[in-house]
């Protein structure tokens, strides 16, 4: 009687009915595997998916070059498949199943056997509607999750779609691609046809992240965007710096042409968000405002899909200040007092442009996986003039964290938006309190003002050849003079191209561990990094005892990173169990700095019980708050050690290939120090 309800609950929600009884022949989509890669064939013809997520403006997608839309859920899906079908729409639906992480418990029998009937019913009612592309099985169920018995309940309903449901493909959604679920899906989900991966700021890598971890099936990408809230620099009060609807334009054309136009083993993807939600901001992945305004990343959509531009183009939005400070200089401003303005736009078609401002307190009802999110109130009256492009806003005189958004309309329902977050403090906030002190001399440093290789009452060797769990391609050898020397005021780590043991390659890696320990303190390395494809120099650190577990459980501190194919662009990362890059949301910034490979500068970490910040040149570049949620998110309360190292190749510094002609490749490093906590 229970699972009799269940189902009725089920088809009276979603509103199944007989509204498309005449359009019950299905069309067959397979996976055909050519020489090259893969390729999805509907009704007998090749079809790459030139997708977007939500079933808002389908009008709009077709007329661009759209041929599909992806659901989260099968909510209204009756009334969004006669749409699409009238459109020449094909819609891969989205199954709603339970996630661990709101508290669903996949060791629990006779739940998992009610969420698969509930869902049978589903692809039942839907199974021959000729839009009908594909079944997506739950969106990020390995998001946050530890159970792996949801990959057995993935595969019992893929097996049932499969037993009652001939036509169409099965898949499951992905959060990053991670080699543990990669490695689960091949041994408990023998049933699905494909993967569906969902990444942001990684995209241009996922053609190669996907061959790293053995998949070798076809895929799709079923989310994909602008660079994701979890993955950008944030102010020090936490708030997270969101690219403007022009910078995002520029990072989707490329990261797609990247990746999703260039691999053939990717089927097509859907691009997030064909429409509007409040995730963080009110602007970060939707394409449109709230009153379905097109930003410049409709345009590169239509370019993407069509191979041609729109007619009319979007603003271009260039800049966005307030007292003359951009973002990305954590502007603070004084409660009550009145600060100046502007945003710099210019518009291709030269039409008349039309602005407004909004000021919102910063948002703090902040969930994860897209769950919903509460748009903050806008606050009125404090923007002089809210038609300017320069004007002047009255700082609130509450003091704590806002932001101040520009929209910049054309007249011809495009638009251009940025937002600024800032803070406001008085002198006695205690914003300012929240700065530690350092001592003025640092406690232990290497200054490498000796000759011969390094100093033994400061460093050993991590030593071999195994790939070092990135698929690098050197030997780290030990106390070798052709791969580490000190001369001349300086440390040089040389890798080679050379056959030793077994490797193409040989450098070393330098680790601090059992001599330099250290919890908490400012870390600061001044270094020149190497110029090359394959090259991947770091100096980084380590827990020194893994109190939480292997890697990521117990954390990693990155200080500084390059990679050679990306010249003079340089990393600042953490990573943690629930931020890491291996599901896709790892806690980094980059920056490209002038001749990071031909002059030194200075790198490091302030690292405190509140925060983790990075800086270049003393300038600050990345800021990761403690959110006091454990030591899934903050495992830095334990000591940490050095690492100095540089790699050949890898998963990250091999992906656009290995130039041989590069090597012999230098890392050099001038000092490297430690400056102790005093208020810890």
Same mark, same amino acid.
């Given at each position: 009687?229970?699972?009799f309800? /269940?189902?009725?609950?089920?088809?009276?929600?979603?509103?199944i009915?007989t509204?498309?009884?005449?359009?019950?022949?299905?069309?067959?989509?397979?996976v055909?595997?050519?020489?090259?890669?893969?390729?999805l064939?509907?009704?007998?013809?090749?079809y790459?998916?030139n997708?977007?997520?939500?079933?808002?403006?389908?009008?709009r997608?077709?007329?661009?070059?759209?041929?599909?839309i992806?659901?989260w859920?099968?909510?209204?899906?009756?009334?969004?498949l006669?749409?699409?079908?009238?459109?020449?729409?094909?819609?891969?639906?989205?199954?709603?199943?339970?996630?661990?992480?709101?508290?669903?418990?996949?060791?629990?029998?006779?739940?998992?056997?009610?969420?698969?009937?509930?869902?049978r019913?589903?692809?039942?009612?839907?199974?021959?509607?000729?839009?009908?592309?594909?079944?997506?099985?739950?969106?990020e169920?390995?998001?946050h999750?530890?159970?792996?018995n949801?990959?057995?309940?993935?595969?019992?309903?893929?097996?049932m779609?499969?037993?009652v449901?001939?036509?169409h493909?099965? /898949?499951?959604m992905?959060?990053?691609v991670?080699?543990?679920e990669?490695?689960?899906?091949?041994?408990?989900?023998?049933?699905l046809?494909?993967?569906?991966?969902?990444?942001?700021?990684?995209?241009?890598?996922v053609?190669?992240?996907?061959?790293?971890?053995?998949?070798?099936?076809?895929?799709m990408v079923?989310e994909?965007?602008?660079?994701g809230?979890?993955?950008?620099?944030?102010?020090p009060?936490?708030?997270a710096?969101?690219?403007?609807?022009?910078a995002k334009?520029?990072?989707?054309?490329?990261?797609?042409?990247a990746?999703?136009?260039?691999?053939?083993?990717?089927?097509?993807?859907?691009v997030?968000?064909?429409?509007?939600?409040?995730?963080?901001?009110p /602007?970060?992945y939707?394409l449109?405002?709230e009153?379905?305004?097109?930003?410049e990343?409709?345009?590169?959509?239509?370019?993407?899909?069509?191979?041609?531009?729109?007619a009319?183009r979007a603003?271009?939005?260039?800049?966005?200040?307030?007292?003359g400070?951009?973002?990305?200089?954590?502007?603070?401003?004084?409660?009550?007092?009145?600060?100046?303005i502007?945003?710099?736009v210019?518009? @291709?078609?030269g039409d008349?442009?039309?602005?407004?401002?909004?000021?919102l307190?910063?948002?703090?009802?902040?969930?994860?996986?897209?769950?919903?999110?509460e748009?903050?109130?806008?606050?009125?009256?404090l923007?002089t003039?809210e038609?300017a492009?320069?004007?002047?806003l009255?700082? @609130?005189?509450?003091?704590?964290?806002?932001?101040?958004?520009v929209?910049?309309?054309?007249?011809?329902?495009n638009?251009a938006?940025?937002n600024?977050?800032?803070?406001?403090?008085?002198?006695?906030d205690?914003?300012?309190s929240?700065?530690?002190?350092?001592?003025?001399h640092?406690v232990?440093a290497?200054?490498?003002?000796?000759?011969?290789?390094?100093?033994t009452?400061?460093?050993?060797?991590?030593?071999?050849?195994?790939?070092w769990?990135n698929n690098?391609?050197?030997?780290?050898t030990?106390?070798?003079?052709?791969?580490?020397?000190?001369?001349?005021g300086?440390?040089t780590?040389?890798?080679?191209?050379e056959?030793?043991?077994?490797?193409?390659?040989?450098?070393?890696?330098?680790i601090?561990?059992?001599?330099?320990?250290?919890?908490?303190?400012?870390f600061?390395?001044?270094?020149?990094?190497p110029?090359g494809?394959?090259t991947?120099?770091a100096a980084w650190?380590?827990?020194?005892?893994w109190a939480?577990?292997?890697?990521?459980?117990?954390?990693?501190?990155d200080?500084?990173?390059?990679?050679?194919y990306?010249?003079?662009?340089?990393?600042?990362?953490?990573?943690?169990?629930?931020?890491?890059?291996s599901?896709g949301?790892?806690?980094?910034a980059?920056?490209?700095i002038?001749?990071?490979?031909?002059?030194?500068?200075?790198f490091?970490?302030d690292?405190?019980?509140?925060?983790?910040?990075?800086?270049?040149?003393d300038?600050?570049?990345?800021?990761?708050?403690?959110e006091?949620k454990g030591?899934?998110?903050?495992?830095?309360?334990?000591?940490?050690?050095?690492?100095?190292?540089?790699?050949v190749?890898?998963?990250?510094g091999?992906?656009?290939?290995?130039?041989?002609?590069?090597?012999p490749?230098?890392l050099?490093?001038?000092?490297v120090?430690v400056?102790?906590?005093l208020?810890?």
């Open positions: 009687m229970m699972l309800r /269940t189902l009725l609950y089920v088809l009276l929600s979603l509103g009915s509204v498309f009884a005449q359009k019950n022949k299905p069309i067959k989509t397979t055909v595997q050519h020489k090259d890669g893969y390729t064939m509907r009704g007998g013809k090749p790459f998916i997708g977007a997520g939500g079933s808002q403006y389908m009008e997608l077709k007329a661009y070059g759209g041929n599909s992806r659901t859920s099968p909510h209204d899906a009756g009334r969004i006669d749409e699409a079908y009238d459109l020449g729409l094909t819609v891969t639906l989205g199954l709603s199943i339970q996630t661990e992480r709101h508290g669903f418990d996949y060791n629990n029998a006779e739940a998992v056997a009610q969420q698969l009937e509930a869902t019913a589903v692809i039942l009612a839907y199974k021959d509607h000729p839009a009908l592309l594909a079944w997506g099985i739950g969106n169920l390995n998001l999750y530890s159970n792996p949801v990959w057995n309940a993935v595969n019992d309903i893929a097996s779609i499969h037993q449901d001939g036509n493909l099965v /898949t499951t992905l959060a990053g991670n080699k543990k990669i490695d689960y899906i091949k041994e408990r989900c023998p049933a046809d494909l993967i569906a991966v969902q990444v942001y700021g990684s995209l241009a890598s053609p190669q992240q996907i061959k790293d971890v053995g998949w070798d099936k076809a895929y079923t994909w965007g602008p660079t809230h979890w993955e950008v620099v944030s102010t009060w936490g708030a710096i969101e690219e403007t609807s022009s334009a520029t990072v989707y054309k490329n990261r797609y042409q990746s999703i136009a260039k691999d053939q083993s990717c089927l097509g993807s859907y997030f968000l064909w429409g509007q939600k409040q995730e963080r901001t /602007t970060w939707g449109f405002t009153s379905g305004e097109e930003n990343v409709v345009d590169v959509m239509q370019y993407l899909w069509s191979g041609n531009w729109p009319n603003p271009h939005l260039k800049a966005l200040t307030l007292d400070k951009q973002a990305s200089d954590f502007p603070v401003v004084e409660p009550g007092k009145s600060y100046a502007a945003a710099s210019t518009d @291709p078609d008349k442009l039309v602005v407004r401002w909004e000021l307190e910063e948002s703090t009802d902040l969930k994860e996986g897209g769950d919903r999110e748009r903050p109130a806008a606050l009125p009256g923007v003039e038609d492009m320069q004007t002047m009255t700082a @609130p005189k509450q003091a704590g964290a806002y932001r101040l958004f929209y910049v309309a054309d007249g011809n329902n638009v938006t940025a600024i977050p800032f803070y406001v403090t008085s002198a006695v205690t914003f300012a929240q700065t530690y002190r350092f001592t003025e640092p232990w290497d200054e490498f003002d000796y000759e011969g290789l390094p100093d009452d400061k460093w050993s060797y991590d030593i071999g050849g195994s790939g769990g690098e391609l050197q030997y780290y030990e106390a070798r003079p052709e791969n580490v020397h000190v001369a001349d300086l440390l780590i040389t890798a080679r191209k056959a030793y043991e077994g490797s193409e390659y040989t450098s070393t890696r330098l601090s561990k059992g001599k330099g320990d250290f919890l908490y303190g400012r600061e390395v001044k270094a020149k990094v110029q494809r394959g991947w120099p650190m380590l827990p020194s005892d939480y577990g292997d890697w990521p459980a117990s954390g990693e501190i200080i500084l990173e390059h990679v050679g990306d010249r003079d662009v340089v990393h600042i990362s953490v990573h943690t169990e629930d931020y890491n890059h599901i949301t790892q806690k980094t980059f920056r490209k002038q001749h990071a490979t031909t002059e030194f500068h200075t490091r970490v690292w405190t019980p509140q925060y983790i910040r990075g800086f270049v040149d300038v600050q570049l990345f800021n990761f708050p403690n006091g030591y899934q998110v903050w495992p830095f309360d334990k000591k940490f050690h050095w690492l100095l190292n540089l790699a190749g890898g998963n990250w091999g992906q656009q290939g290995i130039d041989g002609e590069a090597f490749a230098q050099q490093i001038d000092y120090r400056y102790d906590l208020n810890p």
